[in-house]
C-alpha cells in the first residue's frame, strides 16, 4: 500500500540540447487552452492484440483519472505553504522525504535543505497538474510526447528554444534494416562488435527489430529523406555498420526530424511546450509498507516520482509541476570537457537530476569522443566567434571514403585496424589521438590530423555534405579540395539512467529516453546511427508503459498530489515573508564569474583524468579535487543564491564525480573507456557498472558545503599514454 508520504524536491536541472537564445515574451505555448476536460482521442495507442474490451477498460481507467483533475487553464495556481514535516534521507543531495506507515519523520533542516530553499525562493511557487510531464524537446521527448498526447495532456519543458539542441544538429541519420540485402541479425551482430560486447542482448534485439517500424513512424510526422533514384530511402553507410542502413536527410538529419516532430507537437491541442524553464529538481516520495518502521525488517522502502520543480527563466518564479509520469529525456553532459560538440547547456541535467532522486545509473565511463570534429587551433580552421562548440565532420564522409592523413601526410588508419577508416570511433578517436600527441611531440604546431575525401568528384562530395560544406567554406575551406583539420571531441554519453525495456528507471513514474538513459544498446561504444533509432523505439515504448500508469496509479497518488500543492502554498508564504524576492529572480539568469572560472576547473579535471586514455592515479586524484568542487559549489550557491549556471554546475560535477567513479571501477581496457594500467579486456569485467542511490550517498558524502570557495589551482601534469597499435 502507499503510505501517506510528503512529496519532495531533489537538486537537478532541465537538460535540453541549445545554446543560449534570448527569451520570447511568451513562455509558454499551445495550439489550445491547457485544460483538462472534454474528450481523449485514443486512437493508435498501440495495447498489442489485446480485445476491444481491454481497449476500453483502459480508455475508462484513464478517464476516470482525468476526473480527478480539476478543470482550469494553464495559468490555474493551488491555494498556496513549505514543508513542515521533513528530513533528509541517506545523504542525498536535495530534499527527500518519507513518511512512514506507523510514525511521524523528524524534522529537520541542513545546508542542502538551505540550498533549495534559497533557489526555490526566487519567486513565489505554484503548482500545474499535467498527466504526462517531458523534461526534453529532442527526438526522444518529442516522439514520446506525441504518443502520450493521445492518451491525455503532456506538458514538455525545455530549457532553452524547443529547436535548439543535439538532435537539431545530428548529421549522420538513423540506422534501420531497410534494404532487403539486410537483416535484423546483421544490425545486431554490427551493434555487439562496436559495443564492445558488453550490450544488453534483448535491448539490442528490439532496437534493430523495431528500427524500420521507428523509420516509417517519423515519416507519418513529416520527416522528408533522402530518396534515391527510384523513389526509394536512400541508404548511407557509416563506421562500424557492415551494411547500406543509414536513413538520412542529406547531411541534416537531425534538423530534418526535429522539424517534423515540432511541427507536429506544436499543431496538437494536447501538447503545451514551456520554452525557457529549467527543469531545477524532481519531486519524490518515499513510501513505506509493512509494520516496523523505515528501515527496520520486514519493511520495504520504495521511492516514485511525482513530478519536477521548473523554474521560469525569466520571471524566477518556481512552478511545481506535478504527474503520475515524468520522462527525462534531457540530453547528455558535453560540457564536461572542454572540446565538444554538444551545445553549451549538454551539462548533464537529467543525469544528475535523477541520481539525486534516488534514481540508478550505469557505465558512466563511456563517453564517446567523436574523433573528426573540426579543428580550429593554430595551424587550423578559421573560427567564428572565440568561445564555440566543436562542429561535428559526420561519420558519415569517411563511410563515402574519406580518409585520415597525418600531420607528415601519411595515411595512418592501417597500423591500427583492418576496418581502416570504417573501423568504431573508440578504435579511431584513439589512433587520432596517438598521431596528435606523436606530431606535437615533433614540434608540429597543429594539434589535429587531416580527412580528406578530395579524391572523389566534387559534385559527388557536395551533393552529398551540402551542410557541412558550406559550414566548412564560410571557414575558407573548399571540402572538395582541401584536407580538413579534425581531432577528436567529446560527443555523446553512452551511459545514463538505467532503464528497463520499457523505459522505466528504478523510481516509479520516472522514465527516460535518449542520451539522458542508459537502455543496454550501445554497450561500451555507440554504433553509428544508433542513438537517433534508440531515441525513438524507447520513448514509443516508454509511453506504452505510462499510459498504463496513468489509468492505474492517477487515483491512488491523488493524496500525494495535494499534499505537493499544499507544500508549494507553504513556499509561497515563506517567500514573502523572507522578502528580496524581485531582485533574486531579476538575477536568475545571470553568469556569475565564480561559476565560470570553476566549470573551466571541472572541465579540466575531467579531460585529465577521464578523456579518451586514462590512468588510476589521475582518476583517484580527479574524484578527490571534484568533491572539494562540488562543497565549494554549493557553498557558494548558500552565500550568494542559486541561479541557472550555478545549478547547471552543480549538475556537472555530479555527473563528473559519476563518471570518474564508474571509470575507477571498471579494472579493464574496453570500448570508449582506455585505461593503461588496465590495457587488456577482462572476461569477469565484462557487466555494466552500476551506481544506485546508496552509490551515490557514499559519494556525495565526502562533499560538504562548509570549505572555501575558491577554485583549487591548476595542475599542470598529464600522466597519459595513448593506445597501442597493432
Request: aromatic letters at 6%; a neutral charge.
Amino acid at each position: 500500500m502507499y503510505a501517506a508520504a510528503v512529496p519532495s524536491c531533489q537538486v537537478p536541472l532541465l537538460g535540453f540540447y541549445g545554446t543560449r537564445a534570448s527569451k520570447p515574451a511568451a513562455a509558454c505555448s499551445s495550439s489550445a487552452a491547457y485544460g483538462w476536460s472534454g474528450s481523449q482521442n485514443y486512437a493508435g495507442l498501440g495495447y498489442g492484440a489485446g480485445s476491444a474490451a481491454e481497449s476500453r477498460r483502459l480508455q475508462g481507467r484513464i478517464q476516470r483519472a482525468q476526473q480527478q483533475r480539476w478543470d482550469g487553464g494553464e495559468g490555474t495556481t493551488c491555494p498556496p505553504v513549505t514543508p513542515t514535516r521533513q528530513f533528509t534521507r541517506g545523504g542525498r543531495r536535495g530534499v527527500s522525504l518519507v513518511t512512514a506507515a506507523v510514525s511521524e519523520p523528524v524534522s529537520t533542516t541542513s545546508g542542502r535543505v538551505a540550498i533549495d530553499n534559497a533557489s526555490t525562493a526566487t519567486a513565489s511557487p505554484r503548482s500545474l497538474r499535467v498527466d504526462f510531464l517531458v523534461i526534453g524537446s529532442g527526438i526522444s521527448g518529442l516522439s514520446y510526447a506525441l504518443e502520450a498526447a493521445k492518451v491525455g495532456k503532456v506538458a514538455v519543458v525545455t530549457k532553452d528554444v524547443a529547436y535548439e539542441g543535439s538532435t537539431h544538429y545530428a548529421q549522420g541519420g538513423i540506422s534501420a534494416v531497410i534494404s532487403p540485402e539486410d537483416t535484423v541479425e546483421e544490425h545486431i551482430r554490427d551493434t555487439q562488435v562496436a559495443g564492445d560486447f558488453l550490450c544488453d542482448d534483448a535491448a539490442v534485439e528490439v532496437v534493430c527489430s523495431e528500427g524500420r517500424e521507428a523509420v516509417e513512424k517519423l515519416m507519418q510526422f513529416g520527416a522528408d529523406f533522402t530518396k534515391d533514384e527510384a523513389g526509394n530511402l536512400h541508404l548511407a553507410r557509416e563506421g562500424g555498420h557492415g551494411r547500406h542502413r543509414i536513413v538520412h536527410a542529406a547531411d541534416m538529419t537531425g534538423r530534418e526530424i526535429e522539424r517534423a516532430l515540432l511541427e507536429s507537437a506544436r499543431a496538437h491541442p494536447n501538447v503545451t511546450f514551456y520554452e525557457h524553464h529549467m527543469a531545477k529538481d524532481l519531486i519524490t516520495v518515499a513510501t513505506v509498507t509493512g509494520d516496523g518502521a523505515s528501515g527496520e525488517a520486514g519493511t520495504m522502502t520504495t521511492t516514485a516520482c511525482l513530478g519536477a520543480e521548473i523554474v521560469r527563466r525569466d520571471t524566477g518564479e518556481t512552478i511545481r509541476f506535478l504527474s503520475s509520469c515524468t520522462l527525462l529525456a534531457a540530453g547528455g553532459a558535453g560540457q564536461l570537457f572542454p572540446s565538444t560538440t554538444n551545445p553549451s547547456v549538454s551539462t548533464g541535467d537529467g543525469v544528475a537530476m535523477a541520481v539525486r532522486g534516488g534514481a540508478a545509473v550505469a557505465n558512466m565511463e563511456f563517453y564517446q569522443f567523436h574523433p573528426t570534429s573540426l579543428y580550429t587551433g593554430p595551424g587550423g580552421a578559421r573560427k567564428k566567434k572565440p568561445r564555440e562548440n566543436a562542429f561535428l565532420v559526420t561519420e558519415a564522409v569517411r563511410g563515402h571514403g574519406g580518409r585520415l592523413f597525418n600531420a607528415a601526410g601519411e595515411r595512418f588508419m592501417a597500423v591500427y585496424d583492418d576496418r581502416l577508416e570504417l573501423a568504431p570511433r573508440d578504435v579511431v578517436a584513439r589512433a587520432i589521438d596517438r598521431e596528435i600527441k606523436a606530431a606535437t611531440a615533433a614540434g608540429n604546431e597543429a594539434a589535429c590530423v587531416y580527412l580528406d575525401i578530395s579524391h572523389l568528384p566534387a559534385e559527388d562530395v557536395l551533393g552529398h555534405f551540402p551542410g557541412i560544406a558550406a559550414e566548412l567554406a564560410s571557414r575558407g575551406i573548399d571540402m572538395a579540395v582541401d584536407r580538413i583539420p579534425v581531432t577528436p571531441a567529446a560527443h555523446y554519453l553512452c551511459g545514463g539512467v538505467q532503464v528497463d525495456l520499457n523505459g522505466q528507471t528504478s523510481v516509479a513514474g520516472l522514465f527516460a529516453c535518449g542520451e539522458t538513459a542508459h537502455t543496454g544498446v550501445h554497450g561500451a561504444n555507440r554504433l553509428a546511427s544508433n542513438s537517433l533509432l534508440e531515441a525513438v523505439v524507447f520513448a514509443n515504448r516508454s509511453v506504452k508503459t505510462s499510459s498504463q500508469r496513468f489509468a492505474d496509479k492517477a487515483e491512488m497518488l491523488e493524496p500525494l498530489f495535494r499534499k505537493a500543492e499544499e507544500d508549494a502554498t507553504d513556499l509561497v508564504r515563506r517567500a514573502a515573508a523572507a522578502g528580496g524576492t524581485a531582485a533574486a529572480a531579476a538575477h536568475f539568469d545571470e553568469d556569475p564569474e565564480w561559476a565560470r572560472v570553476m566549470r573551466g576547473e571541472v572541465q579540466r579535471v575531467m579531460w585529465s583524468a577521464a578523456g579518451i586514455v586514462r590512468d588510476t592515479k589521475t582518476l583517484r586524484r580527479a574524484r578527490a579535487e571534484l568533491e572539494i568542487m562540488l562543497a565549494r559549489c554549493e557553498s557558494e550557491m548558500l552565500a550568494r543564491g542559486a541561479g541557472l549556471y550555478a545549478h547547471e554546475l552543480r549538475n556537472l560535477i555530479t555527473v563528473g564525480l559519476i563518471t570518474v567513479h564508474c571509470a575507477s571501477a571498471r579494472k579493464e581496457s574496453r570500448g570508449l573507456h582506455y585505461n593503461v594500467d588496465f590495457p587488456d579486456r577482462v572476461e569477469g569485467e565484462r557487466r555494466p557498472t552500476l551506481v544506485t542511490s546508496d552509490t551515490w550517498v557514499g559519494l556525495s558524502a565526502a562533499a560538504t558545503p562548509a570549505v572555501p570557495a575558491t577554485p583549487a589551482a591548476a595542475r599542470t601534469d598529464d600522466a597519459r599514454v595513448p593506445c597501442n597499435p597493432r
